[in-house]
């Protein structure tokens, strides 16, 4: 783990996209975990944000189960930044593993 805790910042969906496909490595303990970006997708921006919200769909592999909460995640690219995830249930297209999702509104 990371003997720095970065703080919270304005995250934008433009930094995620080119790197839908790629992993990001979650800070755990008792070693990292790979978490592979697999969607991010814009949402209705309802309350005429200045930033899009928009949702990340991750994917860890099967022997890798992370809680929900927040993780310091970092890759090529991007990071090291906090992201808060959650547990989703596996889509019925989806490979093999757990799923987790962040919802940046």
């Known amino acids: 783990m990371s ?20 992993a990001l490595i979650a800070d755990c303990d008792p070693q990292p975990v790979a978490l592979h970006l697999v969607e991010a997708t814009p949402l209705a921006n309802h309350a ?9 769909i991750f994917r860890s592999a099967p022997e890798a189960m992370l809680t929900s909460g927040t ?15 959650g547990q989703i249930p596996r889509p019925l297209s989806g490979e ?8 940046f509104n």
């Open 71 to 85: 993780y310091v995640l970092r890759g090529e690219g991007f990071g090291p930044d906090r992201i808060d995830i």
């Open 3 to 22: 003997s720095s805790v970065p703080l919270f910042r304005p995250i934008h969906l433009a930094e995620f996209v080119p790197l839908v496909g790629s």
């Open 96 to 103: 093999p593993g757990h799923y987790y999702q962040a919802v």
């Open 48 to 56: 005429k944000l200045d930033r899009l919200p928009f949702i990340l």
